[in-house]
């Protein structure tokens, strides 16, 4: 609810890491095309199961009417889809480093806010690796110091808190 | 919920290392963030920047709803983390949070408050486990059955580990006298979230309660003496209501019923009802300002009229704060009405407060000190240090109604004896005892996909410095004797004549195979099963097995014991103590050790090699068992001193080895199971089979053997090994091997399945005992007709349409027996097609049906 309070958060990309297909990113562009209007939900997952996911809203006219400018991705073959409203990337998310290169090269990291929304990964991850990801999002843009420029995490510790939050579950 | 993630292959890995908000917290700080929040996902239900009243209003209309308890367990244990870099957050903060740092701390300091300290443990438990892991939750009613001072409780409805329950349970210390007890009729529907209230003439008063959340009830049952009546309805449906017995004029006495809901979605309105046995029922007027209207508050009665009010749920679902006296006022001419004040008296600075509040908790009192027990709270599941909380308080001075009372409330941390489980208090039931303790029955949570988890005992709560005079537990009522048809008790019902169960020898895997199919009873004479039939004796097994080894032995009074009657007790004993007992003529040698397994005894069944290492290579089966080793279940170890073991059944086959000693057993065949008093469900008989003799305690037992049925009494010594084959019920007891000694066995017994391994139930066995899958299924469908018709139909159709079912399993149990006899003995068991094919033409049966008519 809080997103929709405060228009402001959503100006910039979304990162959106999830095991299975999170409905969030759709139902966000399905119900208020306005407030998404300069978001961008960009999706991480193992590359099979980001696969999946691309061919699911490939084969479903519902979720692929959401999306415009279709980017090529040919440029990188762990980019699977790059619209302007959402990305899917396919990454293991204990390398931050291939992340961070894979992520920038679908968004203009430094010149937006970042909201990372992570449920199931970061719970079913070893501790280190969890760690270091939750970490390494701290450093994602170089805004540090300016009020301005502020990154934002939020981790829900849970398989099932997208419940609560966004109302119906696809799996 | 830790196993069940582990169980689907999907570890959490980082709850040890950070299992609370404030680990949580420093995690996220740790990182890098400077504004942290944490919740749990029960937080965020109440939390107006996620769901508003409104939003969580809507969905009573999606789903009737009443496990609250259950969801607020599930969701207190998920959190939201929000972490943030940078300074301005840019997210609502929670009302009157300050920094959410510092707010974090404040909060961590109280909920870390006043942990248990040793001089706060002024109480302790003392649990007894119930037979069969009998088990009862959501919200069963406890009350005393039986008028005067015998330390009697009864638990009545709630749902069972199958189904909701029309039964009553009965609890007592051990020895007490049960005459005189009287329970509610079973044809009173089944439910739960009832209320029966114990007068202060010994009347009880069972009020409403429900079936499903969407079907309340609104009837009411009086019990007076020994019988139980129907009285006046309630106004509404009601459940989860509170109720508290009141002393009217004119020596009459009835109940205040307080909050509740009246249908799936809809909480009681009213400020309060009373009942009494002139006037039935009314609503009682509030005389001051009214209590938002709740539901499962706790409403405690501390006097003649008064009492305290708290907690509840209300109609959105949050839990309510704010702590109330409430007093019924009376006036010359009858009842006036309810006065509710809202008291100051609890201080709501302390680390406690957060916790006081509660949904389902109950509530019970020694001398004058009240307790409030289990529930949930507004911040959800409630930590172990405070889930009992200690009221004291100028009680007395309450009659006082315009003066605030002194008040002390306190964290109670009951000493655990080792070995007594965590009670999960929700759903649970508590109620005093005569005696100055409390009982706390029933109870256990159903946590969506992690499963169910019921409190298979009771914890007797007590005073420790008062002392505990006798522990108490669920008493089995002797089952009804059941009715059998007329034509099989005029065929069967002859005395009982007993046959010896022959010899035989098995000299191939065909001739094992041949015994298996004939399913009788067989003493296997001359089988090599290795040294140990030279080797064990209770000294070789002191001088092998590490004396220290610690193990969980049947200990009991005298040579019976009884697990219907639990008159005896599991005792833990050193391996040395327990050989030392079993080989001394003492009175402590009525023991028994039936081996469990050592690394898991919940969860595996014992397994001699594993569990025995010491001894396990001496022990050894035949190649002309080999089906045995192929099908194994278990492979427990006996060592028993002078006991009788019960009479019971095993569902799987059982070769039981005699390795020391001698026994004498007795079998019954599986068609005298009617006979032999074995509850619905049991696998455990209630009758003594064996009787002492009254001049000469240490002469060997004689059998009773109850009319009708057709023992078969089996002498083993050592070296014999005796088949029964599954559903043979059996009994045993040692034979001195000279008169005036005391008889000492050790037996090794291998469970086995003969059947295909989809006939067992699935899930855990861990003692051969669980009834074939079609049988538990069967008795949720027979429980499941018998509700059919409870609802709605007028008793003596329903009785009559039942019984007409009951006849027609009967003619169909009937077929099953005719084809075993017309195939002849060797053919039991394998041979359904056989039954099937003997039946009559299933469209003749009904022709003739036609025409006789």
């Not at chain 2, 006798?470 to 008790?489: F, G, N, Q, S």
Request: charged share 20%.
């Amino acid at each position: 609810m809080w997103l929709v309070s405060k228009d402001e958060v959503v100006e910039d990309p979304f990162t959106n890491a999830n095991i299975h297909s999170d409905p969030i990113p759709f139902q966000w562009l399905a119900r208020d095309r306005q407030l998404c209007q300069n978001a961008k939900f960009i999706d991480i997952d193992y590359e099979a199961l980001i696969m999946t996911k691309r061919d699911i809203i490939q084969a479903t006219p519902k979720m692929r009417e959401l999306l415009t400018k279709c980017s090529d991705t040919n440029r990188d073959p762990s980019i699977l889809l790059d619209t302007k409203e959402y990305a899917a990337v396919g990454c293991d998310l204990r390398n931050t480093k291939r992340l961070e290169r894979l992520l920038r090269s679908v968004a203009e990291l430094d010149d937006c806010l970042v909201l990372c929304v992570a449920e199931v990964s970061i719970t079913y991850m070893h501790t280190d690796a969890a760690d270091a990801l939750i970490a390494w999002a701290t450093t994602l843009s170089p805004g540090t110091y300016h009020d301005d420029k502020v990154r934002v995490t939020r981790e829900a510790d849970c398989g099932r808190c997208h419940i609560l939050l966004a109302g119906t579950e696809i799996t | 919920m830790m196993k069940h993630f582990e169980k689907l292959g999907t570890p959490l890995h980082s709850v040890l290392k950070y299992p609370s908000d404030h680990a949580q917290t420093q995690r996220f700080m740790a990182a890098g963030y400077s504004n942290i929040e944490v919740n749990s996902l029960w937080d965020l239900w109440s939390d107006p920047r996620f769901l508003s009243p409104s939003c969580r209003l809507a969905l009573d209309e999606v789903e009737p709803f009443d496990e609250w308890e259950d969801f607020a367990l599930f969701a207190s244990h998920y959190c939201l983390v929000i972490a943030q870099t940078g300074y301005n957050t840019l997210f609502p903060q929670e009302r009157g949070r300050r920094d959410s740092v510092t707010s974090v701390e404040s909060e961590l300091s109280a909920r870390t408050a006043s942990p248990p300290r040793p001089e706060s443990q002024w109480f302790a438990y003392r649990y007894t486990q119930n037979p069969d892991g009998e088990a009862r939750a959501h919200h069963a009613s406890a009350f005393p059955p039986v008028e005067g001072s015998r330390d009697v409780l009864a638990l009545h409805g709630g749902i069972g580990s199958q189904i909701r329950l029309s039964t009553t349970n009965l609890y007592a210390s051990i020895g007490s006298d049960l005459t005189g007890t009287t329970t509610p009729p079973r044809d009173i529907a089944a439910r739960s979230c009832h209320t029966v209230t114990a007068l202060e003439n010994g009347w009880n008063v069972l009020i409403g309660g429900r079936a499903s959340p969407a079907a309340p009830f609104q009837d009411c049952w009086l019990q007076k003496n020994s019988t139980w009546e129907r009285v006046h309805d309630l106004p509404y449906p009601l459940y989860r209501h509170r109720a508290a017995a009141v002393s009217l004029p004119n020596d009459t006495y009835g109940v205040v019923v307080f909050g509740g809901k009246t249908g799936a979605s809809r909480v009681n309105p009213d400020p309060a009802l009373l009942w009494d046995p002139n006037n039935g029922w009314q609503v009682l007027r509030s005389l001051r300002q009214a209590p938002k209207p709740r539901f499962g508050a706790t409403f405690i009665r501390l006097g003649f009229n008064h009492g305290l009010m708290f907690g509840g749920m209300r109609q959105d679902g949050i839990i309510c704060q704010g702590f109330w006296r409430w007093r019924l006022m009376l006036s010359s001419d009858g009842v006036a009405g309810i006065k509710f004040i809202k008291s100051t008296a609890l201080d709501t600075t302390v680390g406690i407060y957060p916790w006081f509040n509660r949904l389902g908790a109950s509530y019970s009192m020694i001398r004058n000190e009240v307790f409030i027990i289990g529930g949930i709270a507004k911040q959800g599941c409630i930590p172990k240090d405070y889930e009992i909380l200690s009221m004291l308080g100028s009680f007395s001075a309450f009659g006082d109604q315009e003066r605030e009372m002194d008040l002390r409330v306190s964290v109670v941390d009951p000493l655990m004896p080792p070995n007594c489980p965590r009670p999960l208090l929700i759903g649970h039931s508590s109620h005093r005892t005569h005696k100055e303790m409390t009982l706390i029955m029933g109870g256990g949570a159903t946590c969506f996909s992690f499963g169910t988890y019921w409190n298979t005992g009771v914890w007797l709560f007590y005073d420790k410095e008062a002392g505990l005079s006798k522990p108490w537990a669920l008493i089995k009522p002797e089952p009804p004797v059941p009715r059998v048809t007329d034509a099989v008790a005029a065929r069967e019902c002859a005395p009982g004549t007993s046959s010896i169960v022959q010899k035989t020898t098995i000299a191939s895997p065909t001739d094992f195979d041949a015994l298996l199919q004939a399913s009788k009873p067989k003493i296997i004479a001359s089988l090599d099963i290795g040294p140990c039939t030279s080797l064990w004796t209770p000294n070789h097994f002191k001088s092998v097995i590490a004396p220290t080894r610690c193990v969980i032995v049947h200990s009991a009074t005298s040579r019976s014991m009884n697990f219907q009657r639990k008159d005896f007790a599991y005792t833990k004993m050193r391996f040395d103590d327990f050989i030392t007992s079993v080989i001394t003529p003492t009175n402590d040698s009525h023991i028994y050790l039936r081996s469990i397994s050592s690394s898991n005894p919940t969860a595996t069944p014992a397994n001699l090699s594993t569990d025995w290492p010491e001894i396990a290579e001496d022990f050894r089966l035949p190649s002309s068992l080999d089906f045995i080793t192929q099908n194994l279940h278990s492979s427990p170890l006996r060592i028993g001193g002078d006991v009788n073991m019960w009479l019971h059944y095993d569902v799987m086959a059982n070769v039981y080895f005699q390795v020391y000693g001698s026994k004498k057993l007795v079998l019954f065949p599986p068609s005298d199971l009617i006979r032999l008093s074995f509850a619905p469900g049991s696998t455990t008989s209630s009758i003594d089979i064996f009787s002492s003799s009254v001049s000469d305690r240490s002469a060997a037992d004689t059998l009773v053997s109850p009319t009708g049925t057709s023992p078969h009494i089996a002498t083993l010594g050592p070296g014999d090994a005796l088949f029964i084959p599954p559903l043979w019920a059996h009994a045993a007891t040692p034979l001195a091997s000279k008169p005036g000694t005391t008889p000492a066995t050790i037996a090794v017994n291998v469970f086995f399945r003969s059947l295909s391994a989809a006939k067992y139930a699935a899930g855990r066995d861990v003692y051969g005992n669980r009834d074939l899958a079609a049988y538990e299924d069967g008795r949720r469908d027979v429980e499941k007709m018998a509700r059919r018709f409870a609802d709605g139909v007028p008793r003596d159709m329903a009785k009559t349409y039942l019984q007409r079912l009951a006849d027609e399993l009967a003619q169909k149990a009937a077929e099953m027996n005719t084809a075993d006899e017309e195939a002849g003995p060797g053919s039991a068991g394998a041979h359904a097609p056989a039954a099937s094919a003997s039946k009559p033409p299933k469209a003749s049966m009904d022709a003739s049906k036609y025409y006789s008519q």
